[in-house]
Structure formats: C-alpha cells, structure tokens
T-cell receptor
Framework: NAGVTQTPKFQVLKTGQSMTLQCAQD?????MSWYRQDPGMGLRLIHY???????DQGEVPNGYNVSRSTTEDFPLRLLSAAPSQTSVYFC?????????????????FGQGTRLTVV | AQKVTQAQTEISVVEKEDVTLDCVYE???????LFWYKQPPSGELVFLIR??????QNEISGRYSWNFQKSTSSFNFTITASQVVDSAVYFC??????????????FGQGTRLTINP
C-alpha cells in the first residue's frame, strides 16, 4: 500500500501564479485534510472533507480551494499564490471505527510538499 | 474551542538522559483523542500514540512512556535513556470525539528535541 501520496514534493511559484497540490490515498478512508506547517506554529488545518462531495473550511482557508470528487483524491488549489503561502503542506487521511466505549481513529500523513512563493 | 500548548520550544540533552516533553490541552468536549507525532529531520510525520479521553491508563512502549492526567489536562511524553535518533520535532495534537474522525487535528506548536552524543 502506498498510503497517502502527495505531489509534487517541492515547488517554486511566482506571486500570482496558480497551482494544484495533489493528494491521493489508497486506504479507502472517508476523511481527508490539508494542513500547512509554519515555523513555531505547528500544523494548521486549511480544509477538510468527510466524504466524496463534502468539504469544509478549517482554521486558515483563505486563498485555497478544495474539491473531493472521489474518495481517493483531495487536491488543494492555490488560486493566486502569495509569499504568505510559503509553507510546507501536508495531506492526511483518516478513518473512524466504533469500539467499546467510544471510537478508534488515526490520521495518516503524506510526505509533505515544500512550497516557496517568490 | 480546542487548544494545545507545548510550552517547550526547544530542548537539548546529552545522550542517555531522560527527557519529558510537556503537552497541555484545552477542550470543552467530554470525549476526545490525544496524539503524539514525531517529525524527524527528513520531514515526514510519524504517529507515536493515540489516547482516548476515557482511558487514563499510562502507557509504556520501550523507551517511550506517556502520562495522561485529565485533572490537569496534560498528556506528557517521556523518553528514557535518550538516543541521537530521537532528535526530532515532536507534536502533541487533539481531536474532539463525538463521532468525529481525525480529520480536524489541533496541533501544538511542537518541541524540537536535540540529543547530543
């Protein structure tokens, strides 16, 4: 199993350009998310999806779009890149299973995409 | 609102010392999950442990142990007899339960741990 695959691993964009970060998972997980990691701030949630056709905003959604047409894919689109979007981006997928007394869940992360906007 | 605080930005110790990474969380949910992830210099995120809020048992896995205390909203991580390979950034994270999956993790700021030979 490949798990969660992100492409590209590295990207340099000019201010104003648009691009799509790809994310695919082969674990048949219902849930998928995009995070950005900035120094000293941990990871922050950009957008997430609880199933095909359903997406919602996280903590820092401005400047990003997502769609979820299939269970496997969850691309992140930068509409007009800005230097403030220079960051490392992580895609994650997760499951939710009932167990006695509660639930079982875990997030699996891709390798990350290092994006620089100049 | 959910919040996770890792007050220690950086820790540096000599190999074989024990080290504890602190994690304090805030949530109004009565059930929730807590996680620890390791990010080695190569950059990927490695899952270490998940703890459900209704399970307050501490856990030990080899040189790693976790102390979950609901009364103080803390979920601390201890590495015993540290090794150079433990050098990484460690993240504590929280997700509310109530039927939700881990699609909305709230991360702490991370603690950069350096183990010197």
């Amino acid at each position: 199993n490949a798990g969660v695959t992100q492409t590209p691993k590295f990207q340099v964009l000019k201010t104003g350009q648009s691009m799509t970060l790809q994310c695919a998972q082969d674990m048949n997980h219902e849930y998928m998310s995009w995070y950005r990691q900035d120094p000293g701030m941990g990871l922050r949630l950009i957008h997430y999806s609880v199933g095909a056709g359903i997406t919602d905003q996280g903590e820092v959604p401005n400047g990003y779009n997502v769609s979820r047409s299939t269970t496997e894919d969850f691309p992140l689109r930068l509409l007009s890149a800005a230097p403030s979007q220079t960051s490392v981006y992580f895609c994650a997928s997760s499951y939710l299973l009932p167990l006695t007394g509660g639930w079982n869940t875990e997030a699996f992360f891709g390798q990350g995409t290092r994006l620089t906007v100049v | 609102a959910q919040k996770v605080t890792q007050a220690q930005t950086e820790i540096s110790v000599v190999e074989k010392e024990d080290v504890t990474l602190d994690c304090v969380y805030e949530t109004r949910d009565t059930t929730y999950y807590l996680f620890w992830y390791k990010q080695p210099p190569s950059g990927e995120l490695v899952f270490l442990i998940r703890r459900n809020s209704f399970d307050e048992q501490n856990e030990i896995s080899g040189r790693y142990s976790w102390n979950f205390q609901k009364s103080t909203s803390s979920f601390n991580f201890t590495i015993t007899a540290s090794q150079v390979v433990d050098s990484a950034v460690y993240f504590c994270a929280l997700v509310p339960a109530s039927g939700q999956g881990a699609q909305k993790l709230v991360f702490g700021q991370g603690t950069r741990l350096t183990i010197n030979p």
